[in-house]
């Protein structure tokens, strides 16, 4: 028999999945070409949830249901409900875009952001290998539909296919790395393959084999080199609607199952797969900045900037463990949270600006759509500037807060190597500024291409403000943001 505590830990993924299929329901009776009903009630779900996981959150608690197939503590519960916020920023942009493009003729861009967020909530909370796969299969499934959601559109299909076949490729890699930690500790549960790991008793051989394909499935999901084909295509050929709910609150959910996995699952394998995570961080942070600077199409250049970003988030992870010593693992997995967090704050930024100016048969994606965006609409080439700022790393912006905590910990480990890394990340930091610093240069001093003003509705302006907002006022007060990450992966260290 289940018990109370088991239904506890997850009463949001049952509002969540309940609400998905009620509002799949309703919206075969709704008329309205805005999907106004269906609107408020994907709000209102995504509110109750966000404001039920940050009091679970803020209760501070671990619990485990299910047979400790699930798990309920704060790490998980504060991405859990960024996730949703995300979510719902996301659809609030959104929504004009897709009206605009015939891609709300039914519910199913609200339902499936609705069954992918349920996805993201069960790789956060998966304590279980079978768990964590059935929630990323979950978001990626929601993720192939969402992408290939304009039937009409050549492009779009398109995206969708190369995005199903790498996926599915991806899926292979981490079943398989799995199914080989099975077969060698004989546990699906991430303690219990903790323990066996620990115990010595395991032919080292075969962990690492089955960790490779592990390592490879979730670098897949990241997006990181050499994993990172799908990422230009996807971000430029899905709508940008559509490429927001992919490229932000999934980055969430690809950062707490690589958390579930490596450090509560693995941590005794850290010297192996932290050589992984730095290979993987190195080409990112090389190919991602060194590539975004050829291009013109800006979807296609924060796909770019996205990968490189990436690595940042994997210098933190690979920096937990010292020689053996897990000293530092609380501030190296904080900073990368806290990168993960805010970067996902200023992605959604700065592609509701791209939705913004985006109009009937025109999609602003080019560099040079934004030309003089200065001189007709003032407040939004600001938001765009702070995103744009924010992503290069310059002060005092998040960016750049983000940055500093991955690096402070790479120099405080006092290896050699780390300390090169961390020269190698600034360099490269230099490199991608270019590319950012060009945006703003491009809406400040060209002369804009159209005469045309840029109009919003009010929930849009008021939602893209506050955004734009928090991305300085957190970079000048980060400190509360910061506390919040750490306190949340020490509980998560501590059980």
């Known amino acids: 028999m289940i018990d109370k505590l088991s239904w506890i830990t997850v009463y949001p993924e049952i509002i969540l999945m309940a609400m998905a299929c009620v509002i799949a329901l309703v919206d075969l009776g709704v008329k309205s070409p805005q999907r106004t009903l269906t609107y408020v009630l994907t709000l209102l779900t995504l509110g109750v949830v966000a404001v039920l996981q940050g009091l679970y959150a803020s209760g501070g608690a671990t619990a485990y249901g299910f047979g400790n197939m699930v798990v309920s503590d704060q790490m998980g519960n504060w991405l859990k409900c960024f996730a949703s916020l995300s979510v719902m920023v996301s659809l ?14 039914g519910g199913e861009l609200f339902s499936l952001s609705l069954f992918a967020l349920l996805g993201m909530f069960v790789m956060i909370s998966g304590n279980n290998f079978l768990v964590l796969y059935m929630g990323l299969e979950l978001l990626t499934l929601s993720s192939y539909a969402l992408v290939a959601l304009r039937r009409d559109n050549v492009t779009a299909t398109e995206a969708a296919m190369k995005y199903f076949v790498l996926g599915a490729m991806a899926s292979g890699f981490l079943l398989y790395g799995l199914s ?19 115990s010595g008793n395991v032919d080292h051989r ?13 670098a897949f999901k990241l997006g990181v080199v050499p ?8 971000y430029q050929g899905a709508p940008t609607a559509v490429t927001l ?53 800006l979807k296609r250049m924060l796909a770019f900037s996205t990968i490189s970003q990436m690595g940042f988030v994997l210098l933190g992870l690979m920096s937990g463990a010292v020689n053996g010593n897990t000293l530092s693992a609380g501030n190296a997995y904080s900073s990368s949270m806290f990168y993960v967090v805010t970067y996902v704050l200023t992605t959604l930024a700065s592609f509701g600006i791209i939705m913004l100016l985006a109009r009937d048969g025109f999609e602003s994606e080019e560099i040079t759509d934004f030309a003089g965006l200065n001189q007709r609409s ?15 790393g310059i002060p005092p912006m998040v960016g750049f807060y983000a940055k500093l905590s991955v690096l402070q910990v790479l120099i405080a480990s006092g290896q050699a190597m ?78």
């Open 92 to 105: 609030v942009y959104g929504r004009p875009y897709a009206a605009s493009r015939d891609m709300l003729r």
């Open 227 to 234: 994993f990172h084909m799908w990422i230009p295509d996807v």
């Open 180 to 198: 080989m930690m099975y077969g060698a500790t004989g546990s699906l549960d991430v303690n219990a393959v903790f323990k066996a790991i620990s």
């Open 418 to 495: 780390h300390i090169g890394l961390a020269v190698f990340a600034v360099m490269m930091s230099l490199v991608g500024a270019f590319y950012y610093l060009r945006v703003v240069k491009v809406m400040y001093f060209d002369e804009p291409i159209t005469a045309s003003t840029v109009s919003a509705s009010v929930d849009v302006r008021v939602v893209l403000s506050i955004n734009g907002a928090l991305v300085l006022v957190l970079g000048i007060v980060p400190g509360g943001l910061m506390t919040l990450c750490a306190q949340a992966i020490l509980q998560m260290l501590g059980t």
């Open 378 to 392: 003032p407040l939004y080439a600001a938001v765009m500037a702070i995103c744009m700022f924010s992503l290069a």
């Open 245 to 297: 709910l992919i490229g932000g609150a999934p980055k969430l959910a690809a950062f707490a199952i690589c958390i579930r996995l490596l450090v509560e699952g693995m941590l005794p394998l850290a010297p192996d797969w932290q050589q992984m995570l730095m290979v993987l961080s190195i080409g990112s942070l090389f190919i991602g900045n060194l590539a975004a600077i050829a291009q013109t199409n």
């Open 206 to 218: 075969v962990l690492v084999f089955g960790l490779v394909f592990v390592v490879a499935g979730l």
